[in-house]
Every structure is written in structure tokens, then in C-alpha cells.
């Protein structure tokens, strides 16, 4: 499988990310099903000045000759908690998946991982269900999901590992094969998943001297 967009991780991505982490402070966050954590709702609907200023500074690390820039993503503020059954390799649907870590001190990031073959995996369905009811689970099952995420993740290498530092930002193909690292604290990030990008682009310079 070949990947429309490549890696990119850039530091000091909010000018104050301090304001960023009181925004979060102030909305909802609700269990979701897709990590062991909560999400809020998509950032357009809480703070849209916020949510363009996200996404176009993204897309413009990518195309940094960007005139005019339209994104469509799903743009969340997310808090994840220590357990040994989170990190799932996995991709996302849309064009692009882009996280900035806005936890200081952090160090629980994402890895980027290559398919050893191809395969079908069950065992990502049983992932959902226990993210979404895991104070549910005896420890014998919890023991059960383990043992599946160490077959999922034994399907692929890793190739990256991406250090959760603070106010980061990496983005990469959403069909990247992916996984959160383990964190050891809460862990609180902006996650995107970009799913159009309309961009027009200044014409090329050419000196031919």
C-alpha cells in the first residue's frame, strides 16, 4: 500500500498551548468507544476561530506554498488514561490523521508501523467493546483483550516512534498503520482526522541561472 502523504512532526505548534490546555479545561468531554479516555465535541462546534487555525497551520506544513487553504476534519480535544490494553495498531478513515500533545512533561507519543503481510484481524472488533464498557470487564477478560492487542500488534513492525512532547505536532496518511504508546499518566491531545483539503498554491519561482 502506498501512502498519499508522508510523516511530519513539527514542535512548538501553539504560540501558547498553556491557553490551549484552559480552553479544554472549560468544555465536556464523553466517553468514547475509539480509546480508553473521552473525547469533546468536534472543535468546529466549540471554538471554530480555533478549529481553522488547527487545521490550515497543518495543511500548510504540508503545502507551504499555500495561498488559499479549505479543510473539512473532524477536530477533537481527547484525554486518554494509563492501560495496558490501549495501543492498537490501526488505521483511521479520511486523508490525514494529525495529533498535538499538550501534555507538559509528556512522553507517550504514536508509532508508525509497516504490515507484515496481509491479514484479516478480529480481534479489533473485541477492542471497541471493551473500550467502551472496560469497568465491565473481570480481570480474566481484561487478561483476554490483552492477549488480543499482542496478536493484532505482532501483524506489524515498527518503523517510527514519535515522542509525545509537548506541544508537538505530527500528521501523517490516515491509512498509515498506527499506535498510541502506553501512557504512563492522563494524557491530553488534539487529534484531526482531515478528510477534505482544497488548496491553492502560489506558482513556482524558477531562476535559471
Known amino acids: 500500500m502506498v501512502n498519499l502523504f508522508g510523516n511530519l512532526c513539527a514542535d512548538n505548534f501553539f504560540d501558547n498551548p498553556y491557553e490551549i490546555i484552559d480552553i479544554s479545561k472549560k468544555i465536556n468531554f464523553t466517553k468514547t468507544k475509539y480509546i480508553i479516555g473521552s473525547r469533546s465535541e468536534n472543535i468546529h462546534d466549540i471554538d471554530k476561530k480555533l478549529y481553522n487555525y ?36 490501526h488505521t483511521d478513515p479520511g486523508l490525514i490523521t494529525a495529533i498535538i500533545y499538550l501534555t507538559p512533561g509528556g512522553t507517550s507519543g504514536t508509532s508508525i508501523f509497516d504490515a507484515k503481510q496481509e491479514f484479516n484481524l478480529p480481534q479489533q472488533l473485541n477492542k471497541h467493546k471493551y473500550f467502551e464498557n472496560l469497568e465491565k470487564y473481570t480481570d480474566k477478560e481484561k487478561k483476554l483483550i490483552y492477549n488480543d492487542k499482542v496478536i493484532n500488534n505482532n501483524h ?10 509537548f506541544n508537538r505536532m505530527v500528521a501523517f496518511d490516515a ?35
Open 54 to 89: 488547527i487545521n490550515k497551520k497543518i495543511i500548510n506544513f504540508i503545502y507551504p506554498s499555500a495561498k488559499e487553504v479549505t479543510v473539512k476534519a473532524d477536530t477533537y480535544f481527547q484525554k486518554s488514561y494509563p492501560n495496558k490494553n490501549d495501543g492498537w495498531v
Open 156 to 165: 506489524y513492525t515498527k518503523t517510527i516512534d514519535y515522542q509525545g512532547k
Open 175 to 209: 491509512k498509515a498503520f498506527h499506535a498510541a504508546e502506553v501512557c504512563d499518566k492522563e494524557r491530553l491531545i488534539i487529534i484531526s482526522f482531515i478528510d477534505y483539503i482544497n488548496v491553492n498554491v502560489f506558482p513556482a519561482i524558477f531562476n535559471g541561472n
